[in-house]
């Protein structure tokens, strides 16, 4: 087992890094000593890998694409809070790896082309009422994407996620780099709408 600085030489990232990994679900230590120290094996060596090949191969297709550089910025502990109230216990961490098991970095790429593919639509018709049909349908295939290639996407995570789309920084940046300036904003708008329909008329977790 492999302590978190021993992990921080090797894979080259910040401590604090792996530390936010490990409260957002990305990669959880495999133990802990007596002390509450984290411990990785191999496989969470080789899986942190992953993440940042991934992460860099990301960053060479421009604007696009998801940008996974927000994991590195000094706003770590805010996006690590809105995260973890998305992501909730660790059920969906566990289906998100299910998932993402054997997927090559190309299929990944590719998964991130379409989420994004999705901001573009919804970029289209910003200047539009968010309440509109288009626009929950738009928000009902966000959501029905999650669920079926990372994890459940409950209503519950999905306003947690339209919080995190909407919270400034890169997160933002990047949606409205794809769909345009205000993107990420209507996205919260739409999505917040689509969930207070789901609560009044009783389907906490309705699928489109």
Not at 37 to 61: F, P, V
Not at 128 to 142: I, K, M, V, Y
């Amino acid at each position: 087992m492999m302590t978190v600085r021993k992990v921080s030489e090797l894979a080259g990232v910040s401590i604090r890094t792996l530390q936010y990994y490990d409260q957002i679900g990305l990669l959880h230590p495999t133990d802990y000593t007596e002390a509450g120290y984290r411990l990785y094996g191999e496989a969470d060596l080789e899986r942190l890998e992953r993440l940042i090949d991934l992460a860099r191969e990301i960053k060479l297709t421009g604007g696009n694409t998801m940008d996974f550089k927000a994991f590195d910025t000094e706003k770590l502990d805010e996006y690590a809070a809105r995260a973890k109230a998305a992501w909730g216990d660790t059920a969906a961490y566990r289906e998100f790896l299910e998932k993402s098991e054997g997927r090559t970095k190309e299929q990944e790429l590719g998964l991130s082309e379409q989420m994004m593919s999705i901001f573009r639509k919804f970029g289209k018709i910003k200047d539009t009422d968010p309440a509109s049909e288009t626009a929950q349908d738009l928000t009902g295939q966000l959501k029905a994407f999650i669920t079926g290639n990372f994890y459940h996407c409950t209503d519950e995570i999905l306003l947690e996620l339209g919080r995190m789309y909407a919270s400034g920084g890169e997160f933002t940046e990047n949606i409205d780099r794809a769909g345009g300036a205000g993107t990420a904003e209507f996205v919260k708008r739409a999505v917040f709408l689509y969930c207070k329909e789901a609560e009044s008329c009783g389907k906490s977790d309705r699928t489109k």
